[in-house]
Each structure stands twice: as structure tokens, then as C-alpha cells.
């Protein structure tokens, strides 16, 4: 992922974790030699070989974002010279002396052999004044949350309203001091700056509540922030990444069983209809045969139904029922007979 599609993503991801208050004590870490306006500071440069002789070197002055830049050690008289190139306590050690140092010198410095039988060799840091203003925060982000495939984890440290962007930030990792990368700086309306710096640590580093913290030194002031992966949010974290293939078996189960359910219910419900239809007709076609409901059945169809509804009475001629009638028959015209005797 480039530089400029990294940060801000994570600028606008704030954490929702153990944040440290800013601090005037830091880390042990590569602090810069500081001093007040107006003071003499004498850098030094550790050199592979003896210095023999010292014209035979030149120092150079780097600012953030620019070349380095050769400093005249030579055409002026020691009274009145601001940089002085002299031997240090060591017969491999070059050092330069700065005289009433100003804001403006502050810089990282370097020394180098003029006959190039040296490479450039880096100095020290120098920080002049304090950076810090009314407006200086030092802020820590990164995603607000780190799946399983996440490895390494991004941190970014912003520093803003400062009043140079001659700085150093560098992070400790549990106690392991790194760099990052920081950025030149982008300078704002206000004349203040804004300076970010990137750095990443492993996903067992963070999972496993390390102690991450930004070491901001704005001169003699040094700024610290810290985040820290609590237990809690790192059980969540755990527990959802195991949790969400079962969580999705379980849901095609019950989606599954739904549909089953509702295919079941329309085959019953359809099939329940048919049978109320057949018996609908089959009550019809018995109306019809005995003529309509209003009719009476005839004899025939009458003896009919009786045989379909009593089995047993088929035995004899026209069924239960037409033997029924016969012998009322019969007693009547008995009775008849007798009355006319």
C-alpha cells in the first residue's frame, strides 16, 4: 500500500483503546543534542581512521527535505568564526564547534574526507529552542480492528502544532526502539506543522498487549503516546474470527429448514382443499340421484341407498328397509280384513 492511500485511511480510525497522557520523560531512544539560543554546542563525528589533519575534512548541515549543505570552516579568524572544525578527545573523533547557536541551525550534521577517501559520515542531531506550542499534540491511530489475516499491524503517530518541523519521533516497541518513517512535514496556514510517522508491529506483538508508544522530542521537551491491545478487545477479536464460519453453517440450516417448512405447509394446504372439493361433488351427485334435495327419493333409489348403507340387509329382497315396508303393508290390510268381518 503507498504512503499516500495509507495514512488516510488510518487518520480518520482513531482508537478506541488505552491512549497514555503526553509526557515530559520518555523512552531511552536516538535523541538529538539540544541547546538554547544563544549557547556554544560542540558536535562530534566518529571517523573509521586517525585525523591527521583537520582542514583535510569538510562538514555539512541537512535540514528535512533538503540536500546537505557545506559548512565554511575555513575563511574566517577563530575569534569571530561561528563554526570552528577542530580534533575531538579521540584521535578518530572530528568535531565541530557552533557558536551562539540560533534556531535556524538546527539540522542534522555530517563530515567527510575532501580527498573522498571517506564516505560521509553521519553526526549528531542538533535541536535548538523548543518546537512546542499552545496547539502541539501527539496522536496515535491505527484500524479499529485486527482480523486474523492482518499481519503486520499499521500504527501512525501524528504530531501537530509545532512550530518546526525539526523534530524527532521514533517508537518503542515494548522496549525495542525503531524509527519509522516519517514525512517531511506539511506546514499549515498557521505557520504551524503537521509530521506523521509510520510503523508496523506483528499481530502477535499486538494481541499479545504490547506496549506501543510515539516518542515525540520537541527540543529539551519530550512528548510520549502510548496504545496497548487490551485483553478484552483481543477475546472479542478471537472469539469473532472462530465463531463466523459456525455462525454461517447455523444460518443456511435454518434458512434451509424454513424453506422445507413453508413448501410443506402449501402442499398440505393445497392438498386439503381437493379433498373437500371431492366431497363437495360427491354430496352433489347424491342430490342428483334422488332428484334434488327438496324431492323425496323414490323406492328405487331409496332401496339402493339403503343397500349402500346397510351391508348386511342385501340378503333380502330390497334390504332391511323394503322388508320394513312389506310388513307394515301386511298389518294393515290384516287389520283391514278384521273390520269388515
Partial sequence: MTKGVFFPILLVQLLTLYVADSQLAGPQGPFAKTAKVGETVKLECQLSFPVVLVTSYFW??????????????????????KF?????????????????????????????????????????????????????????????????QMDPVPLVCLVSGVSSNEIVVFWNISGE??????????????????????????????TSGALCSCVVQ??????????????????????????FPYVTAASAVVALLMVLLIIWICRRGRSGKGGRTRGENFRLTEMSQNGGKGQRPSGKSHQTDARRAHPDGVQTPGGPLYASLEFAALEKR????GGHR
Fill in 60 to 81: 555539512y548541515k541537512q535540514t528535512v527535505g533538503e540536500a546537505p549543505v557545506a559548512i565554511d570552516t575555513t575563511n574566517c579568524k577563530e575569534s569571530d568564526c
Fill in 84 to 148: 570552528i572544525s577542530k580534533k575531538g578527545d579521540s584521535e578518530r573523533v572530528l568535531q565541530l564547534e557552533i557558536r551562539g547557536v540560533q534556531v535556524s541551525d538546527s539540522g542534522t550534521y555530517y563530515c567527510a574526507d575532501r580527498d573522498g577517501y571517506a564516505p560521509l559520515q553521519p553526526g549528531p542531531k542538533l535541536l535548538v529552542g523548543d518546537s512546542s506550542t499552545n496547539k502541539t499534540s501527539v496522536l496515535v491511530f491505527l484500524p479499529p480492528s485486527v482480523s486474523a
Fill in 177 to 206: 526502539v525503531t524509527q519509522g518513517a516519517s514525512d517531511v512535514g506539511k506546514r499549515e496556514p498557521d505557520g504551524t506543522w503537521n509530521i506523521t510517522s509510520q510503523v508496523t508491529v506483528t499481530r502477535e506483538q499486538w
Fill in 218 to 243: 520537541l527540543g529539551e521537551k519530550v512528548l510520549t503516546k502510548s496504545v496497548s491491545f487490551t485483553e478484552p478487545a483481543a477475546a472479542k477479536a478471537d472469539w469473532c474470527d472462530q465463531a
Fill in 334 to 337: 290384516k287389520k283391514t280384513k
